[in-house]
Nanobody
């Protein structure tokens, strides 16, 4: 089992920045095994389905973003710290959602939440205009 815990959410104004963290524990707690997991960030706004935001492949080889966050968000990982990050700049009211971190061992269909095996509990991001 892999346990994930998100943190870093909060209430900000439009244009502000936040950095979300996703800390892994359990089976992933060695830098070697952590590196084998694809890490993804998803979000769920009120009344909407969970949607893909960004993903980073094994060992950080590739990164992927949904179009609406390209150029504003950046996903990264530090496998020695068993942590993935989502740096969010230029936040907009449309970014308001609960942000979830997911982990999986393969990287195909990285934008499909059904393909992720492990999830955190989520962290709330609220952006006021």
């Amino acid at each position: 089992q892999v346990q994930l815990v998100e943190s870093g959410g909060g209430l900000v104004q439009a244009g502000d920045s936040l950095r979300l963290s996703c800390a892994a524990s359990g089976r992933a707690t060695s830098s070697y095994t952590m590196g084998w997991y694809t890490m993804g960030w998803f979000r769920q706004a009120p009344g909407k389905e969970r949607e893909f935001v960004a993903a980073i492949s094994r060992h950080g080889t590739n990164t992927y973003y949904t179009d609406s966050v390209k150029g504003r968000f950046r996903i990264s990982r530090d496998d020695d710290k068993y942590t993935a990050y989502l740096q969010m700049n230029g936040l907009k009211p449309d970014d308001l959602a609960i942000y979830y971190c997911g982990a999986r061992l393969n990287s195909y269909d990285y934008d499909d939440p059904q393909k992720y095996n492990y999830w955190g509990q989520g962290t709330q991001v609220t952006v006021s205009s």
